[in-house]
């Protein structure tokens, strides 16, 4: 089930970038990224569990992936 108070977001480039995914596996202190051989996949039983942290944003190119909060 998707995340009912955090959605994240990476763009495709990115997303299908597996260096880049094993970094995102790795900083991700709640598992949201799962690394595979053609890029990342997101774990969306787990991005509720997202801390803000923005670990995964440092480790990103800029703008590539977003952490949305869906809600105010
Ligand atoms: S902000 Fe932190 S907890 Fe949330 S997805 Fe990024 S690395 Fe994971």
């Known amino acids: 089930m998707p995340g009912l108070f955090i959605d994240v977001v990476v763009e495709d480039s990115a997303a299908r970038d ?4 094993k970094k995102l ?18 774990v969306e039983q ?11 944003l440092d480790a990103a190119p800029k703008g590539s992936v977003r952490v949305v909060k869906l809600y105010e």
């Open 46 to 56: 787990n991005l509720d569990e997202c801390t803000l942290c923005d670990l995964c």
């Open 18 to 21: 597996p260096e880049l995914a």
């Open 25 to 42: 596996e790795e900083v991700c202190p709640v598992s949201i990224f799962d690394a595979t051989p053609t890029g990342v996949v997101i």
